[in-house]
Each structure stands twice: as C-alpha cells, then as structure tokens.
C-alpha cells in the first residue's frame, strides 16, 4: 500500500486531475441523484435501494480500479474506465434535472399558502358621475368587502354605500340605474357574462368601466383543503372546470366554476364514477347560510364554498379537488397533438378571449379538434337544443378523448410539455407524495393493458332535471334553473357509495333478455323521476283575496294587498272588481326564496 502511495508521486499529473475531478464529479452527480429519487416517496422502493446501493459499489470500484489503471500507468483501461464514469456522472445530472423539473411542475400544482384576490370597483360606461355605490354586506368576502372597503379608504371616496346579499342583486340594480357603482369580484366579467339564462349580464364587459382596481395577497382560504388520505383506498375527487379570462392560476379565489364533474375511484377494483352537476342546479348554498341558488353561483367562495355545497346536496366528502382553467385546455390539447372528438352538433362559438371577432365553427361528426376547437366545444351550451345538459355530455367526451391521447404519449418531449401545460392550468389539493403516489395505480392499469383486460372501467351518472323559474326579490327579475328528482339523485349517490365501499351492491337475481331489444349498460339515475317537489307560484289572477291569504298563511308566507283605481297601470278592466287583477311574483316561479307575495286587485275610484 506504501508503495502504491510512493508511485501516486511520480504518476502523470495531468491523468491525476482527471482522475480526481471525475471523483468529484461522479459523488456531487450521485448526491443529487440520491435526492431526486428519495423524494419518489412509495414508488418502486426496492429497486431505487437496489439502484443507489449499486452506485455506491460502482463509485468505489471506480476509486479503486480508476487509481491502480493510473498509477500502473494502464492507459487504455484508465482512459475507458474514467471515460464510462464520466458518461455515468452526466446521466445522473440528466436524471436529476428531469426529475427536478417534475417536481417543480407538480408543486406549481398544489394549491399555495397564499394567494392574490382582486377586487373592482365598475360603473357603466356612460355614466358621468359615481355617488351611490353598491357592496357585500359579507365581511368574510376579501374581494367584494375587505378589498371595497381598502379601496374607500385608499382613496377617501364618499360615496353613499348600498349593501347586498349577492352580486346578482347588486349588478341589476347598477343596470337599473338604482346606483351608479358597484364593488365586484376579480372575476366578474367571466362570471356574469355567461351565468344569468336570461342573459342579462351578456354584454358586461362593454358595458362597464373600472373606475379603481386593488389587489391582496391573503392566506388562501382553500389551503385548509389539504387532505392526508392515501390513493390506495378508494377516493373521491371533484373537477371543477374555471372559465377564467386568465391563462393561468396563479390568482384565483372566486371564479367561475361553469363544469362541476364528481368523480369516484376505487384503486382496488379500478373503477370509477363520473357524475357531471349541472351549472344550474338549483340547490342551498353553504357559504350563504343555506340561501338557495344555482350551484355554479357557489363557487364565488372559493372551492371550500363548492366543496361544502356538493356534500350537502350529496351527503359524500370531497376528499381532493382539481380547478381547471377551461383557457388552459388549449395548451393542453395543443400539447397533445390535438384530439379525436365526435361533435353532436353544427354551431359557432367564441375564441378563447371570448372575442367575436374570430369565431370558431365546427360541423357535426367525427373531427380532429386543436385547442381552440376543442375550448369552443367544450364552452358552447347556447344553440345546443340540450343546453347544459348537452353540454355535460360533450366535456364527457372531451375528457375521453384526452385520457386517450395521454396514454399514447411515447416521447419525453410530449410528457414536458404537458407537464407544463398543466402546472400552469391546474390547482389541486393533492400533496407531491398523492400525486407521486398516484403511479401504483397507473402500474397496474398499464399491467391490465398488457394482458389484453380493461384497464378502467367507469360508470356514468344521469341527474334527471326539469326546468324551475326561479324569482330573485333583490331584483324582482326571474331566470331560468333546474329543480332535480330525489329518486334520480339517490340512485347516483348510490352507485357512488357503492365504489366508495360506503355501501353493499345489491345483487341482481333476475335477468331478462329481448333479442330485438339492444342491451343498454345502466347509467343510475337515469330515467329515475319521481313527483316534482318544488312547490311553485299560483296565478292569483282574478281569484279572491281570501284565496291568496289562506294560500300565504299556511306556507308562512305574508300576502301583502294593495289596491288599484281605474287610472293605475296595473288595473285589468278584464277582471270584476274585488278580485285580484296581478301579482307581483309570476306564476310558476319557484317559492324558494320567496318571502312575500303582493297581490293587486281591482278597486273602484276614490
């Protein structure tokens, strides 16, 4: 050993730096190395003991083997033995830097501890002067209260302030004239200019101006989301589809959650659930003290509102949830490569800046849509003869096609780009261990592939609707939702819990066959109706106002009775005096936030 030190002195100096360099070389690769694939928490921990335990043996051999070739003055062997540790060393840095940026993309992923709330204050364009300002009477609302009343005192505005229990209520009576500004949220013009069936709020963006815009960086109220269930128990997961006329998420506490998809999945059987909430569906909200609304309208509070909202319709927790920017499904498909979708329907729809300028227009069949395309398709509801409900089953579609352009992915290019598509498209709860985690389950549907099995099988549910009008007091306007079938409902939750392993499957012990029937697979809820429960409005008209009372008392509801002279524009010369000639509420609307009801009969003059 002596004398192989004695030999080190005289050996070449220049092949004693390279030797030394690669040392280093292959220990700092190998330590980065190390860290990138413990951080591959629950994946494959054998072999990645196996791997590293071999490094370590090839380092010391290398140490070894690398100082006799040299001191030995062995050059072929020294010169191929250093040159292969050299190449080794490089992989390894490669390996890391992959991994690196993997973890980068899925931390940009999981939901931030804070995050930046935007508030407006708007006017309609022409209007000349502000003096009467609408705002949330809900001080836990940072956009449409904290942030207001930052940008009052900021700027030491005097207005003459008008509190609301919602944004609808406040945005009509800004139309109205009855104020001439109103405080609103970041989102506002994706918000309103698709969400009202009357399509009121259509033309928001050009009809209004931002007169003060502010922002806040506050605690993310949705951090508190965070969920330490494992992916190897079945799970539920809630997709929530954000029509923001932002390309990113690095800001977003209310938004416009225009697609609510509930999803199920049993990592033991490999089965999933889909069960797509119509936007309209009309429901309590939980953040609004159980007022009831359409359920997209519950996405104003931020996921925890919307989570909250669909445990109390369903009764089943939301273990983990996805916000997806609709905006960002163009970088997504485009990263893709585009997608195979069959298009149930000829229409035309707006570009992703939702301008109209640039239409996109699709013919009905079977096509290879782009990005844009593929948006348009997924947005479009207006000329659909199924409206939202057709729609549903379009992004059902979409999603379909997705997955199975995923699975083709074959080129480390592709999987970067999409990567990055979606870090930048896409807010979950789910840790970097969950999503990590989520490989044991894609092994074994690659393993049910290679041995020609289904690799998922997925069981959709059918909410069966029919049509509410539905009166808003703040502003004496109605809008078009939908009211749902308990029986329906019941069965989607069913086959829910049932995946969950909540429930026993009820096993079938009767079979029958038609040969001249097709067999249909069952989707629950489907064809499931029961008796309408919402109760609606009555036409008063030309009925006594003994009928109403009565009517109002025994569902608590005050019948108020004003009387009408000849010269009011509300007399009906059709009807007999004493009787009720209108109403205040229209028939059919739905009792659901109705209060009072004021009924107008016909007088004789003073």
Request: glycine share 6%.
């Amino acid at each position: 050993m002596f004398r192989r030190l004695k030999r080190l002195l005289y050996t070449n100096k220049k092949n004693l730096i390279i030797y030394l360099v690669t040392i280093v070389l292959f220990i700092l690769s190998f330590s980065l190395f190390s860290l990138s694939l413990i951080k591959l928490t629950g994946i494959e921990t054998l072999a990645r003991i196996i791997i590293l335990f071999f490094m370590i043996l090839y380092g010391m051999f290398y140490a070894y083997k690398g100082y006799l070739y040299m001191v030995n003055k062995n050059k072929v062997k020294f010169t191929f033995l250093t040159l292969l540790t050299f190449m080794i060393s490089i992989i390894l840095f490669i390996v890391f830097y992959i991994f690196n940026t993997v973890y980068g993309e899925i931390d940009n992923l999981m939901e931030k501890d804070n995050t930046i709330y935007t508030g407006y204050l708007i006017s309609l364009k022409d209007t000349k002067e502000i003096n009467k300002v609408g705002i949330i009477d809900n001080e836990d609302d940072i956009e449409g209260y904290k942030i207001a009343k930052d940008i009052i005192e900021k700027h030491d505005l005097k207005y003459e302030l008008n509190t609301y229990s919602s944004y609808e209520d406040m945005l009509y009576d800004l139309y109205n004239g009855t104020i001439t500004g109103a405080f609103v949220e970041g989102n506002y013009i994706a918000y309103f200019s698709s969400n009202n069936s009357d399509d009121i709020f259509k033309d928001i963006e050009t009809k209004t101006k931002v007169i003060y815009k502010q922002s806040l960086k506050e605690k993310n109220n949705d951090i508190s989301l965070k969920n330490n269930k494992t992916l190897k128990e079945p799970f539920t997961v809630l997709l929530l589809g954000v029509d923001s006329t932002e390309d990113t998420m690095d800001a977003a506490s209310s938004f416009n959650g225009d697609t609510l998809m509930l999803l199920t999945f049993n990592p033991n059987t490999l089965n999933a659930t889909v069960f797509s909430i119509p936007r309209d569906l009309y429901v309590p909200i939980h953040c609004r003290k159980g007022r009831e609304a359409k359920i997209n309208s519950s996405s104003a509070g931020g996921v925890t509102c919307v989570i909250d909202t669909i445990k109390d319709l369903t009764g089943i927790s939301v273990d983990y949830y996805a916000k997806i920017n609709f905006k960002g499904v163009v970088d997504l498909v485009e990263a893709l490569g585009g997608i195979d979708v069959e298009v149930t329907y000829k229409f035309c729809e707006q570009d992703s800046n939702r301008s109209f300028a640039n239409m996109i227009c699709l013919d009905k069949g079977v096509q290879h849509l782009n990005g844009e395309e593929t948006l348009a398709y997924a947005r479009h509801r207006h000329s659909l003869p199924g409206g939202d409900l057709q729609r549903i089953q379009n992004q059902q579609l979409i999603v379909e096609a997705m997955a199975k352009k995923l699975v083709s992915l074959n080129t480390l290019t592709d999987f970067k780009d999409i990567l990055g598509a979606v870090s930048k498209n896409v807010v979950t709860n789910l840790s970097r261990e969950q999503i990590l985690s989520s490989y044991s389950i894609l092994k074994d549907v690659v393993f049910n592939i290679l041995n020609d099995n289904e690799a998922i099988t997925a069981s959709k549910g059918y909410l069966e609707v029919y049509d509410l009008k539905v009166y808003n007091p703040g502003s004496n306007t109605y809008s078009a939702a939908l009211g749902y079938y308990d029986e329906s409902l019941e069965d989607i939750i069913k086959m829910m819990k049932i995946n969950l392993e909540q429930e026993e499957a009820t096993l079938i012990k009767e079979f029958s066959f038609d040969a001249n029937t097709p067999y249909e697979i069952k989707v629950a809820g489907k064809g499931i109706k029961g008796e309408i429960k919402e109760e609606t409005v009555p036409d008063f008209t030309g009925k006594t106002v003994n009928e109403a009372l009565a009517w109002g008392s025994l569902r608590n509801i005050e019948v108020k009775v004003e009387y009408l002279t000849p010269d009011n524009n509300l007399y009906n010369e059709d009807i007999a005096v004493g009787l009720i000639a209108s109403q205040n509420i229209k028939a059919n609307a739905s009792l659901k936030n109705v209060a009072n009801l004021i009924v107008y009969v016909n007088s004789v003059s003073e």
